[in-house]
C-alpha cells in the first residue's frame, strides 16, 4: 500500500470498484478503500480498474487475467512451431 | 490465482525456452516499473544467462524532465508562487538547486500524488499554485480531465509531459545501441494501445512487445520478442492482455488530445525530439504557466543548462551505459545525495539498482 501513498509516476495498481457517484468511485486496493477519478473509463460497480495518480486508467479483463497462463501454455508449446 | 504470475516452475520453463533459441539479443524498455521488476526478482541476471541483455531506455517520465524544466520550477517557486509536484521529482537536482532545496529555503513546495490533490490544494488557497505537471501518456490524460472538468482560477500548468513513441524513433535512428527488439510499457499501452508503435517495427524492423509488470509478464515478453527474431518477423505483440486493447482507451485520448498537442521538446540526454512533448492547447492559454508567467520565466532565455559534471544519467537513459557502469555510482552519487535523476526517481535506473543492491 505504502507504494499507492508515495505517488510513484507511473506505477499502476489494480483496484475494485466499489462505488460510483458521477465522476468519483470509491476504489477498493484490497482492503483499504480510497476514491479515484473514473471519467477516463466506462465501468461499473464489481469491475477491476488500473488506478494511476488518482485516476482509473483502463479496466481489467477478468477473462483475459484468468486466461493468461493458459496462453503462455500455449505460446511455450509452440515454440518449434 | 494471486500470485500465479510469479509462479517459479512456469518462470524456468520460459527461461529454457528463451536458452534453447541459442540467440544473442539487445533489448530495451522504457519503463521504471519494468527496471523494478527485472532487478527486484533478479530476472536481469538470469536472463543475461540465457544471452538476453536487458536496457533501460529514456522510461522514467522524472529522469527525462530537462535542468531548465526545474529550473522554471524554482524559479516560480522564488518568485512566490506555491510548486505542486509529484514527490519523485522534489530532490531532483536542477542547474542551481531543487525544489527540495528551495522547500527548506522557505518556498512553498508541496507534494502531491496526483493532479486532483494538486486542485484541491489550489481551492484551499489564495495563492497562484503551480502544478508541475510530469508523466507520459499514463499521466498526461488525468491533467487533461483535470483541466476539462474545470479548475479554480489559480490553479496552473507547467507541462513537462511527454509522448512515448516519438523518443523510441529518436533512440533508433541515433543508432548508438543495437537493439534486436523493445519492451514497450505496459501502462503507457493502456491508454495508447499498440498502434502508435507499428512504425517501428514496420520502418525499422524491430520487433516489439507490450509487456506487463510481473515476473511471468517480462520472461514472456522477452520470448515473445526471442521468437519473433528467430522467425525473422517484426511486429508488435500484446503480451499484457488483461489490461491492454489494441485500441488503446480511446475516451482517455479523445480527452488528452482535446487539451494538449505535441510539440518539440528536449529530453534529458537527448537533443530536441520532434512532437516528444505535450503544451496546452490554445484555448487553455490561460492555465499555461509558461504564458501566465511569462515575465518571470524570461531571465531563462538563452541560457544553457549543461548535465552535472561526471553525471552519466543521458548516457544511462540512451541505454548505452548500465548503471553500475557509472563512476559516480554508489559513491559520488546516492539516493541520499543524488547527483543525477536516475539515482533520485523510484523509477530510474539508478535508484533501482543501488536499492537492491545489484544488477541482477
Redesign the interface.
Known sequence: MSLILFGLMCLAVPAKVVRIKGDVAEVDFGGVVKEANVSLVDTKVGEYVIIHAGYAIQTLDKKEAEETLEMFREILGDSHA | ?KY??R?RE?GE??LQ?IG??DLELTLMHV???HQDTLIRHGLQGLLADVGVDIRQGP????CVTTPKEIEESLLLAKNGKTILV???MLKVPGASSSLSQAKTEGCDVR???????GVRIARGIDNDCVFMS???E??T??SA?ALK?KTPDNFYVLTCNRLVPPALKAIVQMGEIRLDGLIE?G??S??IGSEPYRFISEEYGIPQVIAGFEP?DLL?GV??LA?QKMKGESKVEIEY?????EEG?P??VE?MDSVFEPTDVKWRGFPVIPDSGQELREEYGSKNARLVFEDILAELEGREFPEPEGCLCGEVLRGIVTSDECPLFGTACTPESPVGPCMV???GSCNIVYKYGKMG
Open positions: 490465482m500465479q504470475y509462479d512456469m520453463r520460459i525456452k534453447d533459441l519503463c521504471g516499473t522510461g522514467c517520465p522524472v509529484f514527490g519523485d507534494v502531491v500524488y496526483g493532479v486532483d490533490d510530469i508523466g507520459f499514463t499521466t490524460p488525468s480531465a472538468a510499457p501502462h503507457v493502456t491508454i511471468l514472456m520470448y515473445m521468437k492482455t488483461r489490461a491492454v486493447r482507451n475516451k482517455a480527452v526517481s523510484a523509477e
